[in-house]
């Protein structure tokens, strides 16, 4: 299967650096350090996007265009949330930021919410969750690090999480950053929701 080809395109601080949308947007989020960054290197297999040691160092919304074959969509990369040395005004400025880039009228297809397999859904996750039922967008669920539990745990583990009813596109993938095979599960799993998304949605434009 081909792989993808991306290209960082435009890296938005501000509503108004928000670039005009052009194809389906597929948007990351999930905690300062839950190795977003490392899963879109490994996802769009190049270095791409900047890792850093510091918790909460993106500042920024960064968009990517991915393309191999029939797959052309937006990758957006949203900043980390949650890390608790930043003081309130900076969690105003990233709601604010999240508020603007959500409410923009984007073709946003659906969010990836990432969170750390370690610790499951934390206050922060459950409270982005509850935003975007607010909003009613769709989101798919993949943990990070998933390496750093031992494979006898990892199925209890997995299935508690399901069971605590987490809502997901489908079934919520479980990777280790680097691992090939998982990264070419994901891409397939995005691609498929991406299909179906635009047959729903060419369904109702010929209502």
């Not at 928000?18 to 389906?24: A, C, D, F, R, Y």
């Not at 990892?154 to 919520?172: F, H, M, N």
Request: glycine residues 6%.
């Amino acid at each position: 299967m081909a792989s993808w080809k991306s290209e960082l395109y435009c890296t938005a601080f501000t509503k108004q650096q928000l670039p005009p949308p052009e194809s389906n947007e597929v948007v990351f989020v999930g905690r300062s350090n839950v190795g977003k960054s490392t899963l879109i290197n490994a996802l769009l297999g190049r270095k791409i996007a900047k890792v850093s040691s510091k918790p909460g160092k993106t500042r920024s919304i960064n968009f990517y265009k991915v393309s191999a074959e029939e797959d052309n969509f937006t990758l957006v990369d949203l900043p980390g949330y949650g890390y608790a040395a930043r003081g309130m005004s900076e969690r105003k400025t990233w709601w604010r930021l999240i508020e603007d880039y959500f409410s923009s009228e984007r073709p946003i297809s659906f969010v990836i919410h990432l969170m750390d397999f370690r610790h499951g859904p934390l206050a922060n996750d459950n409270e982005l969750t509850a935003w975007l039922d607010g909003i009613d967008m769709q989101r798919l669920v993949v943990f990070t690090k998933g390496d750093k539990i031992s494979p006898g745990k990892t199925k209890g583990i997995y299935q508690q999480y399901v069971r605590a009813d987490l809502e997901s596109i489908l079934p919520p993938f479980i990777t280790s950053g680097t691992n090939d095979r998982e990264m070419e599960i994901l891409r397939k799993g995005i691609r498929d929701i991406i299909k179906e998304i635009e047959k729903v949605n060419q369904a109702k434009a010929k209502k």
